[in-house]
């Protein structure tokens, strides 16, 4: 049986059960968490301790890492990829926990890691369709190009809105680039408004979440000199990201469920499956 009730919710229901969700399963998803931002925290603390990580602003960061151009590039691509592998790994635990399954991190991971290529696929083939379009553009007379990139830029708001579920189909369904991408349109076909409200309110709470633990942490440092060290607040920073961070997968996770019970009835799907045969 799920974790949850499986009905249609509402932007603000949807947020509630991902608390629920969250409060229900905190310890193996906090541990995933923990795990994954784990990397990163060591690349970070090595970059303080050579000297390009002392900041901890992001302009800061990236003036200091502007000095080292052959580590920005490659540490960039490392700390890209743990991350995005990261989300994958807790959007399938978050997913084993709404259908009430017990978290599996190995499975989790194997998960993530065998989606991973194909989603980076899809954001490229995404991608190079409006490279294209602007490309195009580019070539056509100034009066017209401005009228063409103009609505080109409309377009891809809309898409991105539409692909608000693009990650969750692609790391929990199996199909290519160009059927996620269908099948991503088709979930989100009539209900932007609906997806948008309900990530901007996730949002607001994970940056208000994370604003509030990044005051702490200075209120601290300012009373405790030991937190002043920056290896100490990367510590600091990367547990309260950690901490928070399962929430806004747990939305997004809800709301593709959600999408599923709205478009194809995945509730009574789901009832069937569990009817004694």
Known sequence: MATLE????????????????????????????VAAQLPVLAIRIWL???????????????AQFAQAIGSV???????????????????????????GLAIDPGAAFRRGLQRFFWVVLTYLLVGFGFGVAFAIAAFLPAAVRVIIVLVLV????????RLIPLNCVAV?????????????????????????????????????????????????????????DPNVGAVFQTAAAALVYPLIIAISVV?????????????VEMMSRAMPR
């Open 6 to 33: 499986l009905r249609p919710r509402s932007a603000t229901e949807i947020v509630d059960a991902s608390f629920q969700l969250l409060r229900a399963n905190f310890s193996p998803l906090v541990t995933i968490s």
């Open 48 to 62: 303080v301790r050579i000297g390009l990580g002392a900041g901890t602003a992001p302009s800061e960061v990236a």
């Open 73 to 99: 590039l490659v540490i960039g691509v490392i700390i890209i990829f743990l991350a995005i592998l990261a989300q994958f790994v807790i959007i399938v635990a978050a997913s084993q926990a709404y259908l």
């Open 154 to 161: 409309l377009v891809s708001l809309v898409v991105a809105l």
């Open 172 to 228: 929990l369904e199996d199909a290519n680039p160009v059927d996620v991408v269908k099948r991503t349109l088709f979930l989100g076909q009539g209900l932007i408004g609906h997806m948008f409200l309900t990530m901007l309110l996730g949002g607001l709470i994970y940056f208000g979440i994370a604003l509030i633990a990044g005051v702490l942490v200075a209120v601290l440092a300012a009373i405790v000199p030991a937190l002043k």
């Open 255 to 267: 709301l593709y469920y959600d999408l599923r019970i709205r478009r194809e009835g995945f509730d």
